[in-house]
């Protein structure tokens, strides 16, 4: 099956801790996405990469980090830079050709710091 | 003044209505318009893309005005199953692809 993988679903952490949240894509997608979302509030933009070795900030990106070795991965390190890191955080990929733009997400992770 | 507004809603109806979302954008040079549902602590899933022409996909329907900037979506017969927050995305142009998010408006379809 082609899809977006992200582990683990549920995550809990100590703060002062870096955690690394996991994203695996099958799509053959060339960009992927990490977003945060918090109650009541859109999904805000954490980094994003559209080539393997490459990456840009996003509009959240202090206390985060990314890498994009291969295509198919883009792991994201919480870092205990980040002030308030309990939240839903969402990967998703798109195909750039055609134009179309459409980004499909995992199912999320769900980090609560303690 | 956000980039990307919706009413939170809830909209509560009951099964079979019709119920229309708006949804208001900032930026005039903005290209890229979607509708996605997000079902309760589950990822958002593409609904549909918006064009300007407009386009159906059975019971629902969108629409694009650029003039007002705003997009809107129609959803005919409403269903249990279409009970979400459906939000509303906007792609710039030439910004890596990125989209911004409205916060999302919460339907309740009812018995």
């Known amino acids: 099956d082609g899809g977006i993988t992200q582990s683990p679903k549920y995550l809990f952490r100590k703060e002062g801790q870096n955690v690394t949240l996991s994203c695996e894509q099958n799509?053959?997608?060339?960009?992927m996405y990490w977003y945060r979302q918090d109650p009541g509030q859109g999904l805000r933009l954490i980094y994003y990469s559209q080539i393997v070795n490459d990456f840009q900030k996003g509009d959240i990106a202090e206390g985060y980090s990314v890498s994009r070795e291969k295509k198919e991965s883009f792991p994201l390190t919480v870092t205990s830079a980040q002030k308030n890191p309990t939240a839903f955080y969402l990967c998703?990929?798109?195909?750039?050709?055609?134009?179309?733009?459409?980004?499909?997400f995992g199912p999320g992770t769900r980090l609560t710091v303690l | 003044r956000k980039e990307v507004e919706q009413d939170p809603g809830p909209f509560n109806v009951p099964e079979g209505a019709t119920v229309a979302f708006n949804c208001t954008y900032s930026n005039s040079a903005s290209q890229s318009f979607f509708w996605y549902r997000q079902d309760c602590r589950k990822e958002p899933k593409l609904l549909m893309s918006?064009?300007?022409s407009g386009n159906e996909d059975g019971r629902f329907t969108a629409q694009l005005n650029r003039a007002s900037q705003y997009i809107s979506l129609l959803i005919r017969d409403s269903k249990l199953s279409d009970s979400a927050t459906y939000l509303c995305?906007?792609?710039?142009?030439?910004?890596?692809?990125?989209?911004?998010f409205g916060t999302g408006t919460q339907l309740k379809v009812e018995l």
């Open positions: 995305v906007v792609i710039l142009t030439g910004g890596g692809n990125k989209l911004t």
């Open positions: 998703a990929s798109s195909s750039i050709a055609g134009g179309r733009n459409e980004q499909f």
């Open positions: 918006v064009y300007s």
């Open positions: 799509l053959n997608h060339d960009a």
